[in-house]
């Protein structure tokens, strides 16, 4: 029988975090996206901390009337902004099972643009 979609999320979402772990030199870049948002955050997973944030719902990016591959964008540049200012320059993308296209894919563009180093 074949999986539901957050089952099968679940599952390429555990595989991925097996070889994906953010460290303090190379924290991890986590992604969830939901039906009309679009969320990301800067992660150390040895201290459990959340270090930077950015979703599709910040006031710079929600007053832009655009639809939600161009907002995804706008994260990332946002994202990588933040994290540039918090001395973060290289990352790993942990993409949350979801599949590396679309507004995933546009969030990572727009981070790369940014300056952070994948």
């Known amino acids: 029988m074949a999986f539901s979609k957050q089952a099968r999320r679940?599952?390429?979402?555990?595989?991925?975090?097996k070889d994906i772990t953010g460290t303090q030199s190379r924290?991890?870049?986590a992604v969830f996206r939901s039906n009309k948002e679009i969320y990301a955050q800067i992660v150390d997973d040895v201290e459990g901390?959340?270090?930077?944030?950015?979703s599709s719902r910040?006031?710079?990016?929600t007053g832009s009337d655009s639809n939600k591959l161009d907002k995804a964008a706008l994260v990332g540049?946002?994202?990588a902004e933040k994290a540039l200012?918090?001395?973060i320059d290289s990352i790993s993308f942990d993409r949350g099972g979801y599949l590396y296209h679309g507004r995933v894919?546009?969030?990572a563009d727009g981070a790369r643009e940014g300056g952070l180093k994948f």
């Not at 901390?49 to 950015?54: F, S």
């Open 49 to 54: 901390k959340t270090l930077v944030a950015a």
């Open 10 to 17: 679940t599952k390429i979402k555990k595989r991925i975090r």
């Open 58 to 61: 910040d006031k710079d990016v």
């Open 105 to 107: 894919k546009s969030l």
């Open 85 to 87: 200012k918090a001395g």
């Open 27 to 29: 924290p991890r870049l």
């Open 77 to 79: 540049k946002a994202l």
